[in-house]
């Protein structure tokens, strides 16, 4: 039973298009951009996995849907994980603490980011939804920090709505330079 997928393990793979976890799956590490620069167009994330490193997922034009198990032992976004990938819309689940620098930045058709409920995240880091399509977002009341650039460039962005009972204490530099805010 496969636990780990290496660094690089499928990098450069440009006709992998699909990959599909069963049911019974153990994989528990997505290692350093081991599917970085595939063509796959969707992934449903199997529960066991608790790690996806740096820039797993980064530079999948053709990434447009990810999925996040309902219960899952991960709690971070790592740095560059989805970042110059072709996703659209994603659902950031309750249990993620923390989005690292670049987490989505220069997914150029990224639109919709949803923050389940409950939302335990307390980090958006630097440059995390740098460059998107994002046009409204809404930040869940238990983040804390909205690092430097985390919003920056995104000229479509009309609206940002912090959820009652806020406990922001710090907003970096240029967090949100650069936007349509009406």
Same mark, same amino acid.
């Given at each position: 039973?496969?636990?780990?997928?290496?660094?690089?393990?499928?990098?450069?793979?440009?006709?992998? $298009?699909?990959i599909?976890?069963?049911?019974?799956c @153990?994989?528990?590490?997505?290692?350093?951009?081991?599917?970085?620069?595939?063509? *796959?167009?969707k992934?449903?994330l199997?529960s066991?996995?608790t790690c !996806?490193?740096e820039s797993? +997922?980064?530079?999948?034009?053709?990434?447009?849907? #990810? *999925?996040?198990?309902?219960?899952?032992? !991960?709690?971070s !976004?790592? @740095?560059?994980?989805?970042?110059?990938?072709?996703i659209? &819309?994603i659902?950031?689940?309750?249990?993620?603490?923390?989005l690292?620098? $670049?987490?989505?930045s220069?997914?150029? &058709?990224?639109? /919709? @980011?949803?923050f389940?409920?409950? %939302?335990?995240?307390?980090?958006?880091g630097?440059?995390? +939804?740098?460059?998107?399509? *994002?046009? /409204?977002?809404?930040?869940p %009341?238990? @983040? !804390?920090? *909205?690092?430097a650039n985390a #919003? #920056?460039d995104c000229i479509?962005m009309? &609206?940002i709505k912090f959820e009652?009972?806020?406990k922001i204490?710090?907003?970096g530099?240029?967090?949100f #330079?650069n936007?349509s805010?009406?």
């Amino acid at each position: 039973h496969l636990k780990m997928i290496n660094e690089e393990c499928f990098s450069n793979c440009t006709n992998l $298009r699909s990959i599909i976890f069963p049911i019974d799956c @153990v994989l528990q590490i997505i290692k350093k951009k081991a599917f970085y620069l595939t063509n *796959i167009k969707k992934i449903i994330l199997p529960s066991s996995v608790t790690c !996806i490193e740096e820039s797993a +997922f980064s530079h999948c034009k053709d990434l447009e849907t #990810f *999925i996040f198990p309902k219960i899952s032992k !991960i709690s971070s !976004i790592n @740095v560059g994980t989805f970042s110059e990938s072709g996703i659209i &819309s994603i659902t950031i689940p309750s249990y993620i603490k923390s989005l690292c620098s $670049r987490s989505f930045s220069r997914c150029y &058709s990224l639109q /919709t @980011v949803i923050f389940e409920n409950d %939302s335990k995240l307390e980090t958006i880091g630097e440059n995390a +939804f740098s460059n998107t399509k *994002i046009e /409204t977002i809404t930040i869940p %009341s238990n @983040v !804390i920090t *909205i690092e430097a650039n985390a #919003f #920056f460039d995104c000229i479509f962005m009309k &609206s940002i709505k912090f959820e009652k009972n806020t406990k922001i204490n710090k907003i970096g530099n240029s967090a949100f #330079f650069n936007n349509s805010f009406e």
